[in-house]
């Protein structure tokens, strides 16, 4: 039997076939192995991989996992033009008879990620131990361990006298110290729900501290309904902290016990100040994505608030009915970054996407960030979430990462020990374990640098007093230093 006379030759390998006829023969193949269209995986091997490889490595067709090899698209745009309409002339069928847009949307998402599976493949990234010099691109580097034996460290705040104040997941707070055994965590900070993504979160200083003390907490505030449900939402406290105890406490938000959820997800969250009385902080949509474009729930926003919890009446949605009054902007999934310009003050966000879509944003007064409504990204299950990327009235990101690197904490570098990287914004990876080095022009990311990968779940960076840069991280638990080694 001769290739040609094969029943079970691919469709898209067919040139005696009409579409029609092709796309109705792959929707029979599709459903006679059991695969539905939304699971793109499954489509893929099932129905793609005989002309574009089992790896996407190419087979009777174009590979996708180098981009000069696209013979029609290289973007996400041309990528996504070729599978809706196809090359009839070039035996590729047009799919959208078989898959909605959104499903196409998810098929350009998978491909990326096989993409990026192949780049990082091919390129050695730093991978450092202590001590080590690292040769970035515009600055040589080495890595100090400093603290040692902590447990999920998730935040870093330095105190005047150069001690840190760090969180712990599970909910500690620590007064820790480079050289020095951990001391006991300080006594009476507020109870959380330490339960998945949940725990103490966020700790930062008032911008006055030195004169009034105040410390700021973000937690998982844990809830127990009448059904004896264990129940959380985002909160955000402030104490003081004198002989290692918690003191003066109070919470500075708190929404009502009826928006709380049983979810274990998306709680955000990082606090920033501006300079003007005002903290904004950060809450995810707890794992409900309507939440997030719904403006009579806290889920899914970034919030503004004096530093004492009062609501500042020029907030863009106090005196409409049933809007919740603390809301700076909405359409956020989880965002786990937040940091102030150090020369513009523009507030810019860093949150989770689902299964790529990890966004940069510039936040804005008033402003609707999108989600679920448009995103670069699919489902964890491989099914799609939206057709849209863009759509009038919603903020496209300043960046994206498809796929996800799980980005996390962000900050912009003010310090001096390092001046090619002088107001640089770096951000933190949690799946990817990176730490990136990102060149803003405007409201632009011009560049990006990863300085090391796979030492470790990168949670959060800051500048230190002695102008290095300050990373905590997870598995192992520590914090490290990266210190300058020549000029």
Known sequence: MTERDDHNHHPCESPGLRPWLAILVALLLAASQGVSAKDIAAFYAEVCANCHGKNMEGAQA??????????????????????????????????KMVLSEAEIRAMVVFIREKQEQFRKGQISFPKPVDGQIVESKLQKFRIKNVVEGLKTPWSIAFLPEGKMLVTELPGSLRIVEEGQALSAPVEGTPPVLARGQGGLMEVALHPGYKTNGWVY????????????TSLGLTAVARGRIKENRWTDGEFVFRAPYSFYKPSDIHFGSRIVFDGEGHLFFSMGERGVKENAQDITRPNGKIHRVFDDGRIPPDNPFVGISNAFPSIWCYGNRNPQGLARHPLTGDLWEAEHGPRGGDEINWIRKG?????????????????????????????????????????????????????????????????QQELRRLVVDGHQVVEQEILFK??????????????????????????????????
């Open 367 to 431: 402003l609707n960030y999108g989600w679920p409504v448009i995103t670069y990204g699919m489902d964890y299950n491989g099914s799609p979430i939206s057709e849209f990327t863009a759509k009038e009235g919603m903020e496209q990101p300043v960046t994206y990462w498809t796929p996800s690197i799980a980005v996390c904490a962000i900050n912009f570098y003010t310090g001096d020990k390092f001046p090619g990287w002088k107001h640089n914004l770096f951000a933190t990876a949690l799946a």
């Open 454 to 487: 796979d030492i470790g779940r990168v949670r959060y960076v800051i500048t230190g007093p002695d102008g290095c840069l300050y990373v905590a991280l997870n598995a192992p638990d520590r914090i490290v230093r990266l210190e300058p080694v020549g000029s």
């Open 217 to 228: 907490l973000t937690l998982s505030d844990p809830y127990t309904d009448e059904h004896g």
């Open 62 to 95: 174009p590979g996708f996992l180098k981009p000069e090899l696209f013979k029609h698209a290289a973007d996400d745009t041309g990528i996504a033009l070729s599978i809706r309409e196809g090359y009839p002339t070039n035996n590729m069928i047009a799919w």
